[in-house]
């Protein structure tokens, strides 16, 4: 068992806290995404509120749908490449909890997809806007192509694979 270091003295002048907000997502000291899905959750359960108050007001069902996906579901999905790999299958399915509940109060459609996979649609999307655009910030990360005659198996990209690199460097 090792124990965890103690954090370094406070520096004077700056507070020291246990999360904080960056554009839009909570971080907080563990490096995990549950006070941002906590935040998410509070903020959706308001939106659902809101949605019932327009049914009870006879609001079509497509509108209701349209309205869902614009406030909640556009709200999970804000920057969702950034925090969904830090969270946790509990938080995934208090975010999936959530949907099947919209789902069953009418406020969203059936097929309205599962969060894991909303977070790979996010992830693919923003793997193909750097991939394709050679000026994205985050495009001179990308390996290099690949120039292999040989297909074993399909892939969304022609990116050459780091990890045998570094594999063939440490033998």
Request: include cysteine.
């Amino acid at each position: 068992m090792s124990k965890r270091a103690p954090p370094p003295p406070p520096r004077p002048g700056i507070e020291r806290v246990s999360s904080m907000r960056i554009l839009g997502v909570i971080v907080n000291d563990k490096l995990t995404a549950a006070d941002h899905v906590t935040m998410l959750l509070s903020s959706c359960s308001h939106m659902l509120y809101a949605m019932r108050v327009l049914r009870a007001r006879d609001t079509p069902t497509t509108s209701l749908n349209d309205i869902f996906h614009a406030t909640v579901v556009s709200r999970i999905e804000y920057a969702a490449p950034a925090w969904s790999g830090v969270c946790s299958a509990a938080d995934r399915a208090r975010l999936d909890s959530m949907l099947r509940r919209s789902k069953r109060l009418g406020y969203c459609s059936n097929d309205q997809p599962a969060i894991a996979d909303l977070f790979s649609t996010a992830d693919d999307e923003l793997f193909h806007r750097v991939k394709s655009n050679s000026n994205h910030v985050l495009h001179p990360y990308l390996p290099g192509n690949t120039d292999i005659s040989y297909q074993l198996r399909t892939r969304s990209h022609c990116m050459t694979s780091q990890c045998s690199t570094v594999v063939l460097t440490l033998l």
